[in-house]
């Protein structure tokens, strides 16, 4: 049975598509709670993903890509402009580094939207070849953590809450390095970090399971970014990027642990076939996106003040960029809007009464539920067009950047 969510609010019956055969309408104006939700979303746009990036095959640079902060967080604000949910934008230190981060977020500002999460990089010095705050050598170790607290500096200059924290710091071969001295040293420097944070200011430890090194990582899985979290302090959270499994791996088993011990700090979302691909979120897996934000609504993880940061880390590397982050945001929106349309009460009731296909039929009714109409109207409800893509495309701000940005250094992940 398909349902298909169609008109919200004051739907006017010129308006209303009859159902195809066979398929119920479901009506969601009896759903306020579902279109206050999915108004109220909130998505964190990666810098880095509106500059050039690639494989270590090749980078194929765009014409009209950005040359500077400043241009990044301008294209950023079009993604907003376009999809009404993605209001921040997380910045990459030292990839975004300026002069006065006051100025860049009077920019931001000005273009409607908030610089968010500071990510820190300690993983392109020379220095970092045998890790950071994981290295043997207690100088190098130094450098990284500086590095840190220097983010914490420019977090509060900008009004960020989070610093996101990944580090590629692991080693090739076994017997490289001691596995225990490593996280000892690793559990310093984030205690150093976390007596740094502000009251309001939180640290989110991204795990990722192999690459750059191969043998081990130092931050491999959620347990262990887990247990370092624990170790540091209240105001450490795990980030779950969902291309940092191993393949298979059950991603909303984890997210639901982590919500229901209060330690999920965000997502770094985007999607893959292999390995840490990067693609656009929900493209090569919907259906694992659709479980992961149905876990997030039961645990009410949605609600602002849960403190879920859910930003996008992607790299476009051979499609347009700004379409490609609208699209990417549309398909979480998506993803939520049908978790948000599972029916709790039936469910808990099949759960309850040990009805495995009942459940199951409850669960995969939202999945099928078709929610392009509910969320065209929100945006129309938003005072926005229906369709973020063509909007976007007949905007022409996609050729105008092209004209214009004609010269300078193309930004890039600088590796
Ligand atoms: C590492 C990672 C991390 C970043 C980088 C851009 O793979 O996911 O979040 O800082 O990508
Ligand atoms: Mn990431």
């Known amino acids: ?207 990722k399971l192999f690459e750059p090194s191969f043998y081990t990582m130092d931050v491999p899985d959620w347990g262990t970014s887990y247990i370092q979290c624990v170790a540091a302090g209240p105001k450490a959270k795990v980030v779950v990027d969902t291309g940092h499994h191993a393949p298979g791996t059950n991603i909303e088993f984890i997210v639901a642990s982590l919500l229901r011990t209060d330690r999920l700090g965000g997502f770094d979302f985007n999607s893959r076939f292999y390995a840490d691909d990067d693609l656009m979120v929900g493209s090569a897996d919907p259906f694992q996106l659709f479980r992961i934000m149905y876990e997030v609504v039961r645990a009410g993880g949605l609600d602002e003040g849960y403190g879920v940061a859910f930003m996008l880390d992607q790299c476009h590397n051979i499609e347009p960029k700004i379409p490609g982050q609208i699209r990417s945001v549309m398909n979480v929106q998506e993803a939520t809007a049908k978790a948000l349309l599972v029916d709790a009460e039936a469910l808990a009731k099949a759960q309850e009464g040990g009805d495995v296909l009942g459940a199951n039929a409850v669960f995969m009714d939202a999945y099928n539920t078709d929610v392009r109409p509910l969320l065209a109207d929100v945006r129309v409800d938003l005072g926005l067009d229906p369709d973020p893509m063509g909007a976007y495309a007949r905007s022409g701000y996609g050729d105008r950047i092209v004209a214009e940005r004609v010269g300078g250094q193309q930004a890039g992940w600088g590796a």
């Open 1 to 207: 049975m398909h349902r298909r969510a169609t008109r919200t609010i004051e739907a006017s019956e010129s308006e209303r598509t009859d159902p195809p055969d066979g398929a119920t309408e479901a009506d969601v104006t009896s759903n306020p709670a579902v279109v206050a939700a999915l108004r109220a979303q909130r998505i964190e746009l990666p810098s880095w993903a509106f500059g050039n990036s690639g494989t270590r095959f090749k980078v194929f640079a765009q014409k009209g890509v950005p040359r500077t902060p400043y241009e990044k967080v301008a294209d950023a604000a079009q993604v907003h402009r376009f999809t009404g949910v993605a209001p921040s934008v997380a910045l990459h230190i030292p990839w975004d580094r300026v002069d006065d981060y006051a100025d860049l977020a009077r920019h931001a500002t000005d273009a409607g939207v908030s610089l968010g999460t500071i990510n820190s990089n300690v993983f392109q010095d020379d220095d970092y070849m045998l890790g950071s705050v994981c290295n043997p050598n207690a100088r190098v170790r130094r450098k990284a953590l500086d590095h840190l607290l220097a983010c914490v500096d420019v977090m509060d200059v900008t009004g960020s809450r989070d610093l996101k924290l990944w580090f590629s710091d692991g080693t090739n071969y076994p017997g490289q390095d001691d596995i225990r001295n490593r996280q000892d040293r690793l559990a310093e420097a984030l205690a150093a970090v976390h007596a740094r944070l502000g009251a309001d200011q939180r640290m989110l430890l991204e795990y």
